[in-house]
C-alpha cells in the first residue's frame, strides 16, 4: 500500500512539474485533478474546481462552474481521443483560448474512466481557429463563435438571446446598446416569442451608471385597476436606498390595455415627471398600433422616445444554427446528458419549420430534441413530430383552389345550350327560341351579348 502511494505521488509531482496545464475529468466529467500550470493559467486555486462538473456549454459569466465549463471537451462516440479549445477569461476580460487534447483513460475503451487533458502551453490567436478535430465540424464552430459572443456582447448587453449575425439582429444589438446608455422610454415591439421581455431586462442591466431595480408589471395578467394603484403608487415615491435612481417601470404587454385604462395611465405619465425610467413591450410596432386607433397616442408617444422592433425567427434564418447550437447547450448547462450539437439533416429540418413561435418555440423544440437524442448529437429522427410533420406538408403543397368566376360559367353553359338548340333546329332561330323557351328577338340579342356567331 505504501509502495502504491508512493507511485502516485510520484505521478502527481511529475504532473505538477509540467510545464504545459494537464487535469483529470472523472466519469461523470468532473474534474478531479488539477496541476499548478492549469491553475496558473486560470488564475484560481485547487479547491475553485476540483469537484465542479465540467459541462458543455459556452456561458462564461458568473462563478467557478463557468470557468469549469471552458475546460468541457464536446461530447464525442466514447472512447474517440480528440482535440478541441479550452478557454479562460484572462486578466484584461478577454478570452484566452488554447487546443487541448483529451485522452480516454481505463480498461474499456467504450467506457472510459476518466479523460485527461493535455492543454497547449501557449495561447490562440484572436482571430478565431478552424473547427477543432475530432468533434462535428460545425457544431464545434458554432460553439466557439457562441462563446465568443459571450465574451464580446453578451456581458455588455445582459441578454444572449440577442445573438445573431445576420443585418437584423446586428442593427437590434445596436439599437439595444444605444437604449442602454440613455435614460429615455422604450418601446419594445415584436411578435410571441420573440423575447420582447429579455430585451427590455438587457436595457435596464446594461444602463451605464447605478442600475435600480426592474419593476414588471403584466398588463395581460393583472386587472386594469391594479396596474393603475401600481402606477400611481410609484408616482408618489422618491428614490431611497431601497430603490436607488436607474430603476426601471416595465409594461408588459402594454397594447392589451383597455382604452379606460389607457386613459387612466395617460393622466398619470404624460406631461410630468415619473421617478422610473419607463419600458413598455407591445406585439406589434407603435406606428402601426396608432392607424387603427387602438391605442391612445399622447400614450404611445411617452412610452416610445426610442422605439424597437424585434424580428421574426422567419426573418432571420440565417441565424438558426446559431440560435439552437444555444438553447441546447443551455440545456447541457443544467447537468445530465450532453450532447456536442446537430447532425446537418436536423439543422436541416428546423430550416424548413415556419416558426410560428419563434424563440420560445425553438427553445421548446431543442429541449424536447435533447431529452430524445441516443448519440452524441440530435439527430434528425429526435426532432418533435409538428417538425416531421411540417416537413412532409412542405414536400405535397397543396394544390391552389381554382377560382369560379360565375358570370363567364354561365356565359359557357348559355353558349353550350343556345349552340345546342340552333343544331336541333337545324339553323332556324324561331324554332330554337321556342325550345329554349325564349322569344326570337331575346335569343337574337342574348347571341350577340355572347359573342356568338349568327348563323
Given amino acids: 500500500m505504501a509502495t502504491h502511494r508512493s507511485k502516485a505521488g510520484d505521478l502527481v509531482r511529475l504532473f505538477h512539474a509540467s510545464a504545459r496545464p494537464i487535469y483529470l475529468l472523472d466519469a461523470d466529467r468532473r474534474i478531479v485533478f488539477c496541476n499548478r500550470a492549469l491553475l496558473s493559467w486560470l488564475g484560481c486555486d485547487r479547491g ?35 482535440t478541441a479549445i479550452v478557454a ?11 487546443w487541448a487534447r483529451f485522452v480516454p483513460l481505463g480498461t474499456e475503451p467504450e467506457r472510459p474512466s476518466a479523460l ?38 453578451a456581458s455588455r448587453l445582459g441578454v444572449d438571446r440577442l445573438l445573431g449575425d445576420s443585418l437584423v439582429m446586428r442593427r437590434l444589438r445596436a439599437q439595444v446598446a444605444m437604449a442602454a446608455a440613455s435614460a429615455a422610454s422604450v418601446w419594445i415591439g415584436g411578435p410571441p416569442g420573440s423575447g420582447r421581455q429579455r430585451a427590455a431586462e438587457a436595457i435596464h442591466y446594461g444602463a451605464h451608471g447605478p442600475v435600480g431595480s426592474l419593476v414588471p408589471l403584466d398588463c395581460a395578467v393583472l386587472s386594469g385597476e391594479l ?8 408616482a408618489a415615491r422618491r428614490p431611497s436606498a431601497e430603490r ?18 389607457q386613459t387612466s395611465l395617460a393622466q398619470i405619465l404624460c406631461g410630468r415627471a415619473f421617478p422610473l425610467r419607463l419600458i413598455a413591450t407591445a406585439r ?40 439552437a447550437q444555444l438553447f441546447l447547450e443551455e440545456v447541457n448547462a443544467r447537468g445530465g446528458k450532453q450532447l456536442a450539437g446537430f447532425a446537418p439533416e436536423a439543422l436541416d429540418a428546423l430550416d424548413g419549420y415556419p416558426w410560428p413561435g419563434n424563440l420560445d418555440e425553438l427553445a421548446a423544440v431543442v429541449a424536447v430534441a435533447h431529452q430524445r437524442a441516443q448519440g452524441p448529437q440530435i439527430a434528425v429522427g429526435d426532432l418533435p413530430d409538428e417538425i416531421h410533420l411540417a416537413a412532409a406538408a412542405a414536400a405535397r403543397p397543396r394544390k391552389p383552389e381554382e377560382t369560379i368566376v360565375l358570370d363567364e360559367f354561365l356565359g ?12 336541333r333546329a337545324k339553323g ?28
Fill in 116 to 153: 485527461m487533458a493535455l492543454v497547449d502551453a501557449a495561447d490562440l490567436s484572436e482571430t478565431g481557429p478552424s473547427p477543432p478535430a475530432g468533434a462535428e465540424p460545425e457544431a464545434a464552430w458554432l460553439h466557439e463563435r457562441i462563446r465568443s459572443f459571450h465574451r464580446r456582447s
Fill in 48 to 82: 475553485d474546481l476540483e469537484g465542479r462538473a465540467s459541462n458543455y456549454h459556452t456561458d462564461t459569466q458568473g462563478d467557478f462552474d463557468a470557468l469549469a465549463a471552458g475546460l468541457a471537451p464536446p461530447p464525442v462516440a466514447p472512447g474517440s481521443d480528440l
Fill in 227 to 234: 396596474v393603475i394603484s401600481t402606477v400611481q403608487a410609484l
Fill in 284 to 323: 406589434q410596432p407603435l406606428e402601426e398600433l396608432l392607424k387603427p386607433g387602438k391605442f391612445r397616442q399622447d400614450l404611445g408617444l411617452s412610452l416610445s422616445t426610442i422605439s424597437i422592433h424585434l424580428p421574426s425567427l422567419a426573418e432571420r434564418r440565417e441565424d438558426l444554427p446559431l440560435v
Fill in 244 to 261: 436607488p435612481a436607474g430603476s426601471t417601470l416595465l409594461l408588459v404587454d402594454v397594447d392589451l390595455l383597455p382604452c379606460d385604462v
Fill in 88 to 98: 479562460c477569461p484572462g486578466p484584461d476580460g478577454r478570452l484566452r483560448r488554447r
Fill in 428 to 455: 332556324n332561330k324561331a324554332r330554337a327560341a321556342r325550345l329554349l323557351g325564349l322569344t326570337r328577338p331575346r335569343l337574337y340579342r342574348r347571341m350577340v351579348q355572347l359573342g356568338m356567331e349568327l348563323p
Fill in 412 to 423: 359557357r353553359v348559355e353558349r353550350e345550350l343556345i349552340g345546342r338548340a340552333l343544331r
